[in-house]
């Protein structure tokens, strides 16, 4: 039920017989015999708020005691420059690495397979069933659709936005990461061998599946009873990313304001919504507005947020009746009428004073709090400038609330006490609030060398306040250094060419072979060498690093940043600026010296072997005659 990017919101009726199917899966995941609740499962996410630290200290104690293993692993990724937020999953032995779009509205989770002749091109390299000894496929049999050849089960997903999804059904080693504690497991798996819309081209591999159904990684984690049934997504605030994502039980913070979640009502993830307030006034609309159809639906997978056309046209009046110092602008896109205003700033923290506060009243009368960045997206194109990031549903009269509206929110879907809920806190902060503790995860075994037993360089949170000299990238490649050496420089011509600098500015310092992979560590220089680059650009390069947004060939595998550093650039004194200069110039006085030193020598010496001059009349001594 993803809808991501710039995609606007059509019928859900072409969904008709996949919502059947989804609700039959999550009615027959119900009705299995389930283990006792087990410990739960972390997957982190990549202004401070005062609630993270109560957060963090609830957490050491309910988590920190060493009883409970976690996952913790970082989102990439954010909303405006990409539709979605990432993580990283590791399949098959030795682990196969994939970016994953975060999704509760989809029930399965898949990655492009090596055999797919319809799949795009995305971050890492498709999965390889052959080169994993743990890899097993789904055999055909009567709970499934199974392929042509009747030997294997298939899967097959569409969205809103009209991409679809179709492949195998396998099942391998699901691991986490080094930051891991929880033991990896085995799971099902879907291996694409088609995608269209914007599933093919996307930037991520694929999706992970949150929602209920047998399929979802959450039913058959908590089927295996490693965690229990709950999990928890946290998504960053504008123009940052990142953020937390928990699979498992968390104490829930004193204040976290809940609404109930009827697992009946929908097979999506639904809230009791009943009002909206705009700066302290409810929207003008009959409360049974937000209760039609699926009612009210939180997607993670969906970027912006969708209200029936009553609702949606009371909130744009009454958030445009409160900004009258703004100018009204055009979109950045012209294929969309978006709603946007000019004059706000940039400062995310000041937009309070222009724009209103919105609140969200759920039917236990307790309310969830929303900032302008849960309602507002950057204008791409006009500086300061911000846009209404909810939109009208089309007919359709469900209301569906994408990621827009919970950034900087921890969210918990507690599945298990049928209800969902919301607490606002930092979550660009949250996961080095969650990293207790660094016991590395015992990953599948076989290869030692292999990149998931490597923990990845966490994304740049902020820079000191210096002009920077040199950035220095350690980085491993899946490639073996003896085939990796005679692509040395046309890899860095390609990592200058995906951070758009200048080839000469990226150079090889050390190169290091480590088993089946190369380690090197690259220099990024300035452009000249008495230039220097801003914390802005060297954030920047950064960032696109961690966020694996340079790709590399496929003959050159998939690479892991390790580790990154920034050194300033060393400021000299007078004399060490002009040091050449001064020693040129002694250099050139000696020479002059000596040279004439030398014609002084010469001189003296050719005229003082010379006869003295007599005049002609003058008498000459007599000479004694010698014999013969």
Not at 151 to 160: F, G, I, M
Not at 274 to 297: M, S, W
């Amino acid at each position: 039920m993803a809808r991501r990017g710039r995609t606007r919101p059509g019928s859900l009726q072409a969904l008709a017989a996949v919502l059947v199917l989804a609700a039959a899966s999550a009615a027959a995941a119900g009705s299995l015999d389930r283990p006792a609740p087990g410990p739960p499962l972390f997957l982190p996410l990549a202004r401070s708020y005062p609630n993270a630290s109560r957060l963090a200290a609830a957490l050491r104690r309910g988590l920190g005691d060493g009883a409970h293993p976690n996952a913790r692993m970082r989102l990439h990724d954010d909303l405006l420059t990409n539709g979605y937020y990432t993580t990283r999953l590791y399949i098959g032995t030795p682990p196969q690495e994939f970016a994953l779009i975060v999704d509760s509205g989809s029930t399965v989770t898949y990655v492009p397979c090596a055999s797919c002749e319809q799949c795009g091109n995305h971050q890492d390299p498709r999965f390889q069933p052959d080169k994993s000894s743990t890899y097993s496929p789904v055999k055909c049999n009567v709970d499934c659709n199974c392929d042509d050849d009747k030997k294997q089960c298939t899967y097959e997903r569409q969205y809103a936005e009209m991409s679809s999804s179709s492949g195998v059904l396998g099942e391998d080693i699901v691991s986490f990461g080094r930051e891991s504690e929880l033991k990896p497991q085995r799971a099902v798996f879907g291996c694409e061998n088609s995608e269209t819309g914007d599933l093919f081209s996307q930037h991520a591999d694929g999706i992970m599946g949150l929602g209920r159904g047998q399929l979802s990684i959450m039913d058959q984690l908590v089927e295996k009873g490693v965690i229990s049934d709950s999990f928890s997504l946290c998504y960053g605030g504008m123009d940052i990313g990142g953020g937390a994502m928990v699979l498992g039980g968390m104490p829930a913070p004193s204040d976290m304001v809940f609404s109930r979640s009827d697992p009946v009502r929908s097979p999506y993830y639904n809230i009791e919504l009943k009002e909206i307030h705009v700066a302290g006034k409810a929207l003008r609309v009959d409360p049974r507005i937000f209760d039609h159809k699926h009612g009210t639906v939180l997607d993670s997978g969906t970027t912006y947020a969708y209200l029936p056309e009553q609702a949606f046209v009371a909130f744009k009046d009454a958030v445009t009746s409160k900004v009258h110092s703004l100018k009204k602008i055009r979109g950045p896109d012209p294929n969309y009428k978006d709603i946007c205003f000019a004059g706000a700033g940039r400062n995310v923290s000041q937009l309070h004073e222009v724009f209103p506060d919105v609140d969200m009243v759920f039917g236990n009368g307790q309310k969830l709090s929303l900032t302008p960045e849960n309602y507002l997206f950057r204008h791409s194109k006009v500086d300061g400038a911000y846009c209404l990031g909810v939109f009208q549903n089309g007919k359709d009269p469900t209301t569906l609330l994408g990621g827009i509206v919970v950034r900087n929110t921890l969210v918990t879907y507690d599945r298990h006490n049928e209800k969902i809920g919301f607490w606002k806190t930092n979550c660009s902060e949250l996961w080095e609030r969650l990293h207790i503790g660094d016991a590395p995860s015992p990953g599948p075994s076989g290869d030692t060398g292999s990149q998931a037993d490597m923990s990845p360089a966490p994304a740049p949170s902020g820079l000191p306040e210096f002009d920077v000299g040199l950035i220095t990238i350690d980085m491993s490649i899946n490639v073996t250094y003896p085939n990796l050496k005679p692509h040395l420089h046309e890899l860095a011509e390609l990592i200058a060419k995906e951070l758009e600098i200048d080839s000469h500015q990226v150079r090889v310092m050390n190169v290091t072979s480590q088993g089946n992979s190369t380690l090197i560590r690259w220099g990024i220089f300035p452009a000249g060498p008495d230039n220097a680059m801003s914390n802005a650009t060297a954030m920047g390069i950064i960032y696109r690093l961690t966020q694996h947004h340079v790709q590399l060939p496929e003959n050159l595998g998939s690479y892991q940043l390790l580790e990154w550093n920034v050194q300033p650039l060393s400021r000299r004194s007078w004399f060490q600026e002009h040091v050449v200069s001064i020693l040129i110039g002694i250099l050139l006085v000696v020479l002059i010296t000596l040279s004439a030193l030398l014609v002084v020598l010469v001189w003296r010496k050719k005229f003082s072997g010379q006869t003295a001059y007599r005049p002609v009349d003058s008498v000459a001594p007599e000479q004694e005659l010698q014999p013969l």
